[in-house]
Nanobody, 120 residues
Framework: QVQLVESGGGLVQPGGSLRLSCAAS????????IAWFRQAPGKEREFVAA???????DYTLSVKGRFTISRDNAKNTVYLQMNSLKPEDTAVYYC??????????????WGQGTQVTVSS
């Protein structure tokens, strides 16, 4: 069974940091493109970051320079390091595998999401 499971979300103050994890089972993550999306209350799901199987990365403008997507092949896990967090980053964060693109329709396998809340 192919599955992605996110973890690492929580409550953090503005300016703080969190590292989200996306653990894969049923396939090897380093052979696939992986992306992070997020969805805030009342808003559509939006692209955050992506990593291609060959090492390329892409970030939406609002997180560029603050967030970093990376892989740990030994743990079959992809991470999203989030620094300098802002209240606007509050959302449920999802990881997904599929095509290397910014459209959520390009991704075939999705995790269940992890909540990130940035508040003072």
């Amino acid at each position: 069974q192919v599955q992605l499971v996110e973890s690492g979300g929580g409550l953090v103050q503005p300016g703080g940091s969190l590292r989200l994890s996306c653990a894969a089972s049923g396939f090897t993550l380093d052979s696939y493109n992986i992306a992070w999306f997020r969805q805030a209350p009342g808003k559509e799901r939006e692209f955050v970051a992506a990593a291609s199987w060959s090492g390329g990365t892409d970030y939406t403008l609002s997180v560029k320079g603050r967030f970093t997507i990376s892989r740990d092949n030994a743990k079959n896990t992809v991470y999203l390091q989030m620094n300098s967090l802002k209240p606007e980053d509050t959302a449920v964060y999802y990881c997904a595998s599929g095509a290397y693109a910014r459209s959520q329709r390009a991704y075939d396998v999705w995790g269940q999401g992890t909540q990130v809340t940035v508040s003072s």
